[in-house]
């Protein structure tokens, strides 16, 4: 079976710091990988998409990047941090199969970022 | 373009009673339409999807959604709520033309009480 896993599950860094949260796929292969911020509140928000290693796209323009340095592997990163980017920050992943629409996505289980 | 209107913040319930939390959503071809759970602080859990076919889809821990395509909802239902349904659930659309890209509402909280 596949999972999914994230680390740190929490995070507290200082305002300016760099950040690295990484994001591993088991059971699967060529997956599509997701970023997702869901900021207090609720609404999730895309942030990065990847169809393969090293293919990236942004989504909305921030102070944060991605990375995809092996098949199952997704890392999201900034060299530094704003308050603005605390958050719950979701990894997700779905079948590639051409890019099949109706191929849902299966979330990781999450990190918390407290950015102070 | 696609959207999706979770039209309750809240939906409060008595254990044992039917739940019904509501999606209305918007896009430029066929719709493909899921509901997910997210218990709090933990990613999120896919229930059900509709691709195509029979209106009524089952999906897991009792819940089913039913799609409507002239009132375009994909209301989620399940005949006899636990305290433990308590939960976010979010609603999520894509068109055959967004690529991987889902469109999420705003989740609603359901609150099933003793």
């Known amino acids: 079976s596949q999972t999914i896993h994230q680390w740190p599950a929490t995070l507290v860094q200082p305002v300016g710091s760099p950040l690295s949260l990484e994001c591993t796929v088991e059971?699967?292969?060529?997956?599509?990988l997701y970023w997702y911020r869901q900021a207090a509140g609720r609404g999730l928000q895309l942030l990065f998409y990847?169809?393969?290693?090293?293919?990236i796209s942004s989504e909305v323009p921030q102070n944060l990047s991605a990375s995809r340095p092996q098949d199952r592997q997704f890392i999201l990163s900034s060299k530094k941090l704003l308050l603005s980017d605390s958050g719950f920050y979701l990894c997700?992943?779905?079948?590639?199969?051409?890019?099949?629409?109706?191929?849902?996505?299966?979330f990781g289980p999450g990190t918390r970022l407290t950015v102070l | 373009a696609q959207s999706v209107a979770q039209p309750e913040d809240q939906v409060n319930v008595a254990e044992g009673n039917p739940l019904t939390v509501k999606c209305t959503y918007s896009v430029s071809g066929n719709p493909y339409l899921f509901w997910y759970v997210q218990y709090p602080n933990r990613g999120l859990q896919f229930l059900l999807k509709y691709i195509t076919g029979d209106n009524l889809v089952k999906g897991s821990y009792g819940f089913e959604a039913e799609f409507n395509k002239s009132q375009t909802s994909f209301h989620l239902k399940k005949p006899s709520a636990l305290v433990s349904d308590s939960a976010l659930y979010f609603c999520?659309?894509?068109?055959?033309?967004?690529?991987?890209?889902?469109?999420f509402g705003a989740g609603t909280q359901v609150v099933v009480t003793p």
């Open positions: 990847s169809v393969g290693i090293g293919q």
């Open positions: 999520a659309v894509r068109d055959s033309f967004s690529w991987g890209k889902l469109q």
């Open positions: 997700a992943w779905s079948v590639r199969s051409g890019g099949a629409p109706y191929n849902e996505q299966f």
């Open positions: 059971g699967t292969s060529n997956p599509n």
